[in-house]
């Protein structure tokens, strides 16, 4: 096995979220669980905000690469080297309620930010991704945030989810 480009993780990954049903019995409504999902560095969350709140989608989610990391192992003859992808996703449903508790657990017009992360953590913990069988997300910790333009405007509830997964393992003939 070799390195899986975090390209070809982030792609499936999106793929995989697309490909999520709205209700719980497997049927693809109005598109799906999550209206948009898209791919934003750390460095473009002011972007990212804006098409939060610009577009007016109902559920979204954000891919965020978080980084690499290497185990390495070296005897006389061989290096293996093993890689760990880290993405962060921000799943955001819209707020309806002047509580803010839908935003949170859900309601009559709205699934809730506790609930998207059931899912998707769900299923990506139990369901293999296709063309990457060796690849596997481990969900390491998530926490419920809001997301706003400016400190005196009420934002949107989201929740951050961190995921690693082992990203491959090369191994090379030392000389």
Avoid: C
Avoid at 48 to 62: G, K, S, Y
Avoid at 132 to 154: K, Y
């Amino acid at each position: 096995m070799s390195y899986v480009s975090p390209v070809t993780l982030m792609a499936a990954l999106k793929t995989r979220l697309q490909s999520l049903p709205l209700n719980d019995g497997g049927e693809l409504i109005d598109g799906g669980l999550f209206e948009l999902v898209a791919y934003y560095d750390s460095g473009q969350m002011d972007k990212a905000l804006h098409d939060l709140m610009a577009n007016h989608l109902q559920r979204v989610a954000f891919i965020i690469p978080s980084g690499q990391r290497y185990q390495n192992e070296r005897d006389r003859l061989q290096l293996h080297s093993r890689r760990f992808t880290g993405i962060d996703l921000i799943l955001s449903d819209r707020d309806y309620d002047p509580a803010r508790s839908e935003a949170l657990v859900g309601g009559d017009r709205n699934v809730g930010v506790l609930e998207l992360e059931h899912r998707v953590v769900t299923n990506l913990v139990s369901v293999p991704l296709v063309d990457l069988p060796d690849v596997q997300f481990e969900p390491e910790d998530s926490s419920p945030i809001e997301l706003s333009r400016d400190a005196n405007e009420r934002g949107r509830l989201a929740i951050a989810i961190s995921l690693s997964t082992r990203a491959g393992l090369l191994q090379v003939a030392i000389p």
